[in-house]
Each structure stands twice: as C-alpha cells, then as structure tokens.
C-alpha cells in the first residue's frame, strides 16, 4: 500500500508528520515523501528539513495520496507541477486526504467543486475560491477525498483513515500506540473557544506572514 505525502517549500511539519505517524503503522504500508525533486524540503519556519526521498514522477499512482499544509500552500496552488500530479494520481488512488491548507491544493486541482471540505479556520475564504463548501468541522470526508482541519487534527485524519482501511481495532491500537490522549493546558484550540485577544494574535501573525510573501 502506498502512502505519497508530497513536500514543497515551506510545508507545515506536523501537517506531513501527524499522518505519517499514524498511517506508517498500517499492515503493509509503505509511506514515500516526495518533492518536485528528491532531497531536503524546508518546513514553513526554516528551521526544520525533510528529506523527499523520490520526485513526483517516480510515484505517479499512490494508494493513498496526502497533502499537507503550510504557508507555501498559497504558492503551490498555482504551481502546475504539482497541481497536475495531484490530479493525475487522485484518478486511480483509494483514497485523497489533505491537512489544513493542503486542500487548497485539491481545490485548484478541481477536487473539491462543489463538495463540503475544511482547512485552517484563517483559510476559509480561500478555499471556498476553489468551489469548495468549507466546513469547520475537524475532519470532512467526502467519498474517497478526506479533508482535516488546522494542523494536528492531521492525527485524526490518520486515525480515521486507518479505522476505514484496517479496523476500528486497529487504529484504536495505532492511537494506544502513540499514546494519543490530547489533554491540552489550555481550551483555545479553535477561534469559537479561544479568547478574543488571543484569535487578534493569531490574525496578526498571519497578516505579517501574507505581507512578507508578497513582499517575496
């Protein structure tokens, strides 16, 4: 079975690496990370690489093709390259998953056309551009085109994926296995829970990063 999670320039981390954790776990998997060329791939920060051990024309038909997100996204909607291989490979995979806003990718692939999809609460308006009906649901499935929301919901992407493929009893042991029990310090984790100043902080951070690109 085979997973293809492709990187490119300034992908989130955790968006590649919460499904990886979940869905390399599976009986016969076998994930690939792929770029546009094999080699390191910087995450969104800089401060961490990836290595993409093969390019996107060495796996053209993956079982099961996942795109994570990041602020790189924004560039990668309009890049042919990987917006014509994700709509090559979703012809023959099982199953198309994205992670944040990695379904703004499947959007400009045309995947999402008047499906219900999520992404990152900042992203919405993005990604209803690309006809998709956004959703502030978690994780969003649609057929075989399975959507997760901001960043670590990824790991519930991963474990729901799982529950389809091998079981409920396997990815409940997947979950055990990676010991899986969110108690987080503090209930902020969306813009409904969050305090006020808190979602004011979060825009700002994100406005300076979209200020920045288009300087870039």
């Known amino acids: 079975m085979d997973i293809a999670i492709p990187l490119f ?24 990370f792929l770029a546009a060329e094999p080699g390191p791939v910087q995450t969104d920060n800089r401060m961490l690489s990836i290595v993409a051990e093969r390019a996107l024309s060495d796996l053209t ?6 795109v994570p997100g990041g602020i790189g996204t924004r560039a990668m909607m309009n890049d042919t390259q990987l917006v014509d291989w994700v709509r090559t490979a979703h012809e023959t995979t099982q199953w198309t998953c994205s992670v944040c806003t990695g379904s703004l990718v499947l959007g400009a692939a045309g995947l999402l056309d008047g499906l219900e999809a999520t992404t990152h609460w900042m992203a919405m308006d993005a990604l209803a551009s690309t006809g ?3 959703t502030g649901r978690r994780v969003v499935e649609q057929g075989k085109i399975i959507t997760a929301a901001g960043v ?4 519930d992407m991963g474990l729901t994926l799982a529950a389809h493929i091998a079981g409920d009893k396997i990815a409940q042991a997947i979950q055990l296995g990676i010991e899986y029990d969110p108690q987080p310090p503090f209930d902020s984790g969306s813009p409904e829970k969050a305090p006020a100043e808190v979602v004011e902080i979060c825009r700002g951070v994100e406005a300076l990063i979209d200020a920045g690109q288009a300087v870039a």
């Open 9 to 32: 320039d300034r992908f989130t981390a955790l968006d590649a690496i919460g499904p990886y954790e979940t869905l390399s776990r599976l009986p016969g998997a076998r994930v690939t």
């Open 61 to 66: 038909h993956p079982d099961i093709l996942v």
């Open 132 to 134: 998709a009906r956004p």
């Open 152 to 155: 670590s919901s990824g790991i």
